[in-house]
């Protein structure tokens, strides 16, 4: 019993200290143009301004890859859920939110785990909203 007390303190402060995961809302409007800063190196240093057009692949099982700034989000139908909203998110981010935030986090190295949750919203031509939950997945080949 006087082993288990101390450990178990220990890994109470452990768990405690450890940075919660944040869930992020991107703002994704089909076919339109934005502007993004992107590095080729993974701590961010060198960054460039580019241009990119929101891509919206859509595929035959209902899945749904997004490309936003050369990075790929998907939505899998069987998986995942996508929710429509009367009203947009308060805590939309951009893109360049998004990846500062993975730059900060040099020990995580799997995209799908640096955030709590990821999700897309998309504005629909009604004034409404589709929420969709994805993984991010890759990084796209692109020309900067």
């Known amino acids: 019993m006087k ?43 060198e960054k460039k301004e580019v241009q990119f057009t929101y891509q919206k692949n859509e595929k035959s099982n209902n899945d749904i890859r997004f490309n936003i700034c050369y990075q790929t989000f998907e939505y899998q139908a069987q998986k995942q ?38 999700y897309i919203v998309e504005s629909n031509a009604d004034g409404t909203y589709t929420q969709y939950q994805v993984n991010w997945i890759e990084v796209t080949e692109n020309k900067y």
């Open 3 to 45: 082993i288990l007390t101390p450990l178990l303190i220990f890994i109470s402060l452990l768990t405690s200290c450890g940075e919660e995961k944040e869930t992020i809302y991107l703002l994704f409007e089909a076919n339109t143009e934005g502007t993004c800063h992107i590095s080729a190196y993974r701590d961010g240093r």
């Open 81 to 118: 859920t996508s929710t429509k909203l009367t009203t947009k998110p308060n805590k939309i981010v951009n893109i360049d939110y998004l990846l500062n935030k993975w730059e900060e986090q040099p020990t995580t190295f799997d995209r799908s785990t640096a955030f709590e949750n990821i």
